[in-house]
């Protein structure tokens, strides 16, 4: 993996979406580089079946495990879930504290071109820091579709986070955002969980002090609310030795 230029990143804030605090001034260092599946190679052995499959978890703070400790982010706890129920999945976690969708168009064909392998499923989680600096939706829509393109032109399935804009930006805005996550996932047709944060938003105590982003236990909850549907589209492709078994 790349080593990425360091960043001084301002919090992922909701302001109502949470229905929590708003979010101060602070802003929060993104970490030097991402390592490939390194929090994830401090989780135990789990027993799995089939062909590896690699995903490559591309997010901002909530993926990046923003105030949690290694092997605690969203990536991390999904891959140990994933093998629990017998898939052999290798997480890449390519989450950066503060990125919008167009810091995430800059780096992604540099993140993809440093794969060793083409991923078998992309998570792209983008678009709540697009809230938080006010950016037109018409920009974010533009970002996630030049992204998407690009994942398009190399045949890469894709599964889309989506993200809700809070009341209080106003009914068109609000509208216009919430749209863009079903519009993408439609025009590429790929797979999407509408709104990935729809069973913690409501509850403080599964967030940290800053009231944005999840604890531990309210990253565990994500994973067993969302692990169906990453399962799902994951791409099913038979195990090459089960394939020269039949084909003898």
Known sequence: MGIWQ???SALICFPALFAL??????????PAEIA???ESAELPEIPVMGPERTILAFGDSLFAGYGLE???SYPAKLENALRRQGINAVMVNAGISGDTSSAGLERLEFTLDSQDTKPDLFILELGGNDLLRGISPEETRANFDAMLTELNSRDIPVLIMGMRAPPNYGPEYQAEFDAI???MAEKYDTAIIPFWLNDIYEDTNL???DRIHP???GIEALVASTLDEVAAAIPQE?????EDAEAG
């Open 21 to 30: 605090a708003a979010c101060g001034g602070e802003t929060a260092e993104a």
């Open 70 to 72: 290694p092997g605690q």
């Open 36 to 38: 490939e599946n390194s």
């Open 238 to 242: 038979e195990d090459p030795q089960e």
């Open 6 to 8: 360091k960043r001084v």
């Open 207 to 209: 967030f940290q002090r």
């Open 215 to 217: 604890t531990e236990e």
């Open 181 to 183: 996550y079903a519009e």
